[in-house]
């Protein structure tokens, strides 16, 4: 795995950013609109487009900067603006969640451990890179990024100790704020409770899940954020009083006014709960970085899949956070990768 040092504007850093990471971004577009049609049924690429615009138009009211930094990761990458919007909301365009991540969440004596695989799209793997970025006027963040998104939604820590994960969840799309519009700025925030309050900006398009830690005390939230249209609260912030955490993709605290699709979908959403709940039960926790990586990018078919094992949700890394000590890990779960193992670290 490649990890990019940027430095600069929001728009200078997508230029930079864009031309790293030019080579890959024609096969994800392609392999992007392909998956939007044959497995979401999104439309015609005409109606993707449209689709697209619409959160284009959210994310000029609440983070105009965003969009500085997508018209830099257009001209870094010689790619027209309007493919880099259709592969940024993607996850929205096609309304629904898959059988993606998985979050845990252990105290140690060196504060919390936040452990997360990030699981996605397959023709993402190999293709994921790390990023020590400093934008001006903001903290500086480390995180696991995609080609062609925007940085931090696949997990991010920044020098205030503001550490994010993220985790999609079943429910249908509306129109509204794009999930990962505002994970880009929670994790450019100045401290946790600035950092929620981002995340759970309205109208949420997608409903998600967030695991949210600070690097003073022993505090850690679980997220929950939806919208009026799908749940009877918008939010419901979940305090673990320094115990054990988990999420994966079903709603565990929201009420919903119709059921979780999850529990109709006969996903694999479930199989990696209850491990991670067997896990907590028998106290068989990580208590170290290599040992949470370790569990984590271990090939069992249920926290971790590969390709072959999944053809529409595999792992493409797993990653460990400390927030208390500033410390990030990547672990690549491509095996044929030059450097498989990074470790960022503020000094």
């Avoid at 959403?269 to 040992?291: C, G, M, N, W």
Wanted: charged share 20%; proline share 5%.
């Amino acid at each position: 795995m490649r990890k990019l040092v940027i430095r600069g504007t929001f728009h200078s850093a997508g230029v930079q950013i864009g031309a790293q990471t030019a080579s890959y971004l024609p096969f994800v577009r392609d392999k992007t609109v392909d998956l939007l049609q044959e497995n979401y049924g999104a439309g015609s690429i005409e109606r993707i487009r449209e689709l697209a615009d619409r959160y284009l138009a959210s994310t000029q009211e609440i983070f105009p900067q965003a969009l500085e930094y997508m018209a830099g990761l257009a001209l870094g990458s010689r790619m027209p603006f309007k493919d880099i919007a259709l592969i940024s909301f993607s996850e929205e365009i096609s309304g629904e969640a898959a059988e993606k991540c998985s979050t845990l969440a252990v105290p140690t004596d060196k504060g919390w451990l936040i452990g997360h695989n990030e699981d996605y799209e397959p023709q993402y793997f190999g293709k994921m890179f790390a990023l020590d970025l400093k934008i001006s006027g903001y903290p500086r963040v480390f995180s696991l990024n995609y080609p062609g998104h925007f940085p931090c939604l696949a997990g991010s820590l920044n020098e205030c100790g503001v550490a994010i994960t993220n985790n999609a969840l079943w429910p249908a799309a509306v129109p509204g704020v794009s999930k990962n519009v505002t994970h880009f700025r929670a994790a450019l925030a100045l401290g946790m409770t600035e950092a929620i309050d981002f995340l759970s900006m309205q109208p949420a398009a997608l409903t998600g899940h967030y695991t949210v830690a600070g690097a003073a005390g022993n505090i850690l939230y679980g997220l929950e954020v939806s919208n009026e249209k799908t749940a009877k609260k918008n939010m419901i912030l979940h305090q673990t009083d320094g115990k054990p955490y988990w999420h994966t993709n079903h709603v565990r605290f929201l009420e919903l006014y119709e059921p979780d699709p999850a529990l109709a979908a006969g996903n694999h959403t479930f199989v990696r709960a209850q491990k991670l709940e067997r896990l907590i039960a028998d106290d068989h926790l990580p208590s170290k970085s290599y040992e949470m990586l370790d569990l984590l990018s271990t090939n069992d078919g249920v926290l971790h899949r590969t390709p072959a094992q999944n053809p529409t949700s595999v792992t493409l890394a797993s990653v460990a956070i400390r927030p208390k000590t500033g410390e990030l890990w990547i672990r690549d779960a491509d095996p044929a990768t030059a450097e498989r193992d990074l470790y960022l670290h503020f000094e």
